[in-house]
């Protein structure tokens, strides 16, 4: 199983990134996925999930409005669009991979993809 993010970078303060999750050696439409960050100094925060089908998708309070998680299961890869960014936003972000049935847990996780909000 391998999960590989990308499409961070630095963006300012209202701007918008689009994060990608590449996914191998498993099949992936049959997971649920996520997105979890992890801001300097601060634990692991739950972002957004997605159902094995992509037509369930849920999000933490603080990124609801502003982010959307979709998935495209014939490129086998999560993604995660990321508008009006604040600096409150910034932090690594990882996807990683739930269960069949639901994202309560984690066994798969990616390297991670830095997204930096500053002007």
């Known amino acids: 199983v391998?999960?590989?993010e990308s499409g961070?970078?630095?963006?300012?303060p209202g701007g918008s990134l689009r994060l990608?999750?590449?996914?191998?050696?498993f099949t992936f439409s049959s997971y649920y996925m996520s997105w979890v960050r992890q801001a300097p100094g601060k634990g692991l925060e739950w972002v957004s999930d997605i159902n094995s089908g992509g037509g369930s998708t849920y999000y933490a309070d603080s990124v609801k409005g502003r982010f959307t998680i979709s998935r495209d299961n014939a490129k086998n890869t999560l993604y995660l669009q990321m508008n009006s960014l604040t600096p409150q936003d910034a932090a690594m972000y990882y996807c990683a991979r739930g269960g069949?049935?639901?994202a309560t847990m984690y066994d798969y996780w990616g390297q991670g993809t830095q997204v930096t909000v500053s002007s």
């Open 2 to 4: 391998q999960l590989v």
């Open 8 to 12: 961070g970078g630095l963006v300012q």
């Open 20 to 25: 990608s999750c590449a996914a191998s050696g």
């Open 100 to 102: 069949p049935t639901g």
